[in-house]
């Protein structure tokens, strides 16, 4: 099954016509990805990398039944590009753009309620299921097909894991790096519980870090109601108090925050806790046992 994306997902692209969206559809096409459009303003009607141009999301809608977006908008412009995804249809919408204002966010959140789409990101690498579909800016070839969940918080810890994990054998179903910005579209919790329901997925890798409370939130949820192994690791075990490490939203605030205390208190939720980051891919494999 896989959770947020498959084979069958029909994907566009906004801001379809800039180098780095050209780029990464070019890659998600080779992968098998159902790349039907893209959208740049003021470009409809033309044809960009053998895929049709629109001006507007619901335009490409209408033409292609897409329902997967992918934002590769300026800062300044993608909260607009959002909530016109949003508004036109798009159940899964991917934000890679880094540097998307926090209040942005903000009104992107209050925009969604009463909406079914999921918002993965902003500043993310995306979502993969393997040999189906591609939404994103990760390496498609270090992803193998199997049967291990993945979300993170940092892209390349993600990659780092899904390394370590195919060396021992194991295969992803889905993987979701969900960004590190403060004010994330989705969080740890929403993806576990669709991971839960997945008869594909067996286990589940949460990479979390520095700042927040949303791995405590899921793995509290997770202790309940996921009937399946989940192995953590947070990242940030050195970050000083009050200064941000790499990701906007990685800072610590309060004593909570640290990584030490979030480790503790994931092994009290009866979470598998990763105190090395070389370790991950093992301590899944044992997890399974």
């Known amino acids: 099954m896989s ?10 692209f906004q801001g379809f016509t800039g180098q780095h969206a050209t ?11 159902q790349v039907v459009g893209g959208v740049t303003p003021g470009k409809g009607g033309q044809t ?33 590009a959002i909530m016109e995804a949003i508004e ?8 890679i753009t880094d540097g998307v204002p926090v209040q942005d966010m903000v009104r992107v959140k209050r925009y969604l309620i009463g909406h079914d789409a999921i918002i993965i990101g902003p500043n993310t690498a995306g979502v993969i299921t393997p040999e189906e579909c591609k939404v994103g800016i990760m390496p498609a070839h ?7 969940g993945v979300v993170s918080r940092s892209g390349t810890l993600n990659y780092e894991a899904v390394e370590q994990m195919s060396e021992l054998g194991l295969g992803i179903s889905t993987s979701i790096s969900i960004g590190g910005d403060p004010v994330n579209g989705c969080d740890f919790l929403t993806l576990l ?17 520095i700042g927040g409370s949303q791995e405590v939130e899921a793995a509290t949820w997770a202790r309940a109601h996921l009937n399946k192994p989940l192995v953590g690791f947070i990242a940030g075990a050195t970050a000083p108090p009050g200064r941000t490490m790499g990701h ?26 990763v105190q090395n980051a070389a370790e991950i891919g093992q301590t899944v494999r044992n997890s399974l046992s």
């Open 248 to 273: 906007a939203g990685a800072i610590i605030s309060g004593e909570a925050d640290t990584a030490q205390a979030k480790m503790q208190r994931l092994a009290e939720l009866g979470v598998s806790v």
């Open 23 to 33: 780029f990464h559809a070019q890659e998600a096409i080779r992968m098998g990805t």
């Open 3 to 12: 959770i947020l994306v498959n084979k069958d997902s029909r994907v566009i």
């Open 88 to 95: 036109a249809g798009i159940k899964v919408i991917v934000v």
């Open 142 to 148: 270090i992803y193998p097909k199997g049967r291990i």
């Open 193 to 209: 519980k669709q991971f839960s329901e997945d008869s594909d997925t067996d286990a589940v890798l949460m990479i979390g870090e």
């Open 48 to 80: 960009h990398i053998d895929r049709p141009v629109f001006d507007t999301v619901k335009e490409a809608v209408v033409a292609t039944g897409a329902d997967v977006s992918v934002v590769f908008v300026p800062p300044p412009f993608s909260a607009d």
